[in-house]
């Protein structure tokens, strides 16, 4: 076994703090990475403080992972040692079902196994993630990191990169379209760097007008106030596509009337209430409402090659591990601009 020093919390009303802890030594299929850089997920506070339910303590939270190869098994193919390399939400799933099948490992039917708060495939040892020295993954469930970007900004696209991504391939989002993107945080950032890259029309919906310097600098084309309602009312109608980032409590129905006829909103915030959708902001015009996760694993590959033709990474804060606590209370605040992401060499100081 491989000792690993990492942050760990030890149940869901305490800090992280230092922990000490055992990788499985690599076997033939698998390969070591000394992490780098992990970021920081709004999902990591949702878990260590058991806001989602089912946290298994104690919990070394991160799936946003990227370092360098140091060791293979005579098996590997994909990545050689000194390789760039990342890991993202999944290290395993069950690869047989019709979802693995088609390379939707995220919607694995028998469950993927999560990077961290999950169990390995024996059933019994917990996976434990990124905030952390080194971990071990099965090639299959690792991803190569295009040498351009820099690492330490492209960790994030392990997660927001992917989540944003995905659901603008999936719906076929093409040059010349409209898309709106709800909301200016991590994912929103991303989701308006990538379908501006994509050569869609991006117009931010922010609930101030706060952002709308960033917004731009970001590469929108245009920002809605959305809590003014003649600038919401004259987007009545306007848009193929929009993506939806927001996790608080908000009205859906004020922006599937933005839709056009057979458009698509698309959700990959996870609101804490259910939302209110009205049977007629959908019927009259044949609009969809739909959810979207990460993508799988040849498709987070795809975004990140993506991402390194059109040199695109998360805007970020680097942070020491030391700093996480503090961290985690400023992500409540929306106090980042606009992802954390942890510098480990400062774990090993």
Not at 170 to 182: L, N
Request: charged share 25%.
């Amino acid at each position: 076994m491989i000792p690993v020093r990492g942050y760990a919390a030890q149940d869901a009303k305490s800090p992280l703090a230092p922990f000490q802890f055992e990788r499985r030594e690599p076997g033939p299929s698998d390969v070591q990475i000394e992490i780098l850089y992990c970021g920081v997920c709004h999902s990591d506070l949702h878990q260590v403080r058991d806001e989602w339910g089912g946290s298994r303590f104690p919990m070394v939270p991160g799936h946003e992972i990227i370092g360098r190869v140091v060791r293979v098994g005579d098996q590997v193919k994909k990545v050689k040692v000194g390789d760039m390399a990342g890991v993202g939400c999944m290290v395993d799933s069950c690869r047989t079902c019709p979802s693995c099948q088609e390379g939707l490992e995220q919607y694995c039917e028998k469950g993927n196994v999560q990077t961290y708060n999950g169990k390995e495939k024996d059933g019994q040892t917990a996976t434990q993630g990124g905030y952390s020295e080194a971990i071990v993954v099965d090639e299959a469930f690792t991803l190569k990191i295009p040498e351009n970007l820099d690492p330490a900004a492209a960790a994030p696209l392990l997660c927001a990169g992917i989540t944003t991504y995905s659901p603008l391939r999936h719906w076929k989002v093409q040059p010349g379209q409209r898309v709106g993107v709800v909301g200016l945080g991590g994912l929103g950032h991303m989701g308006v760097k990538l379908a501006k890259a994509m050569g869609a029309h991006v117009t931010v919906f922010s609930h101030t007008d706060s952002k709308k310097q960033d917004a731009t600098r970001l590469g929108a084309d245009a920002v809605v106030v959305s809590s003014n309602k003649e600038e919401m009312a004259a987007q009545t109608g306007g848009f193929d596509f929009i993506l939806d980032t927001v996790s608080a409590q908000h009205d859906i129905n004020a922006y599937l009337r933005l839709l056009r006829r057979d458009g698509h909103l698309v959700l990959v915030g996870a609101p804490e209430k259910p939302l209110d959708v009205r049977p007629f902001s959908l019927i009259p015009t044949r609009r969809s409402f739909s959810g979207s996760m990460i993508g799988g694993i040849q498709e987070t590959q795809e975004m990140l090659d993506f991402c390194g033709k059109h040199n695109i990474v998360s805007d970020i804060e680097l942070i020491s591990i030391q700093q996480v606590n503090d961290a985690y209370e400023r992500l409540l605040k929306g106090d980042v601009k606009y992802r954390f992401v942890i510098d480990l060499a400062s774990l090993r100081k």
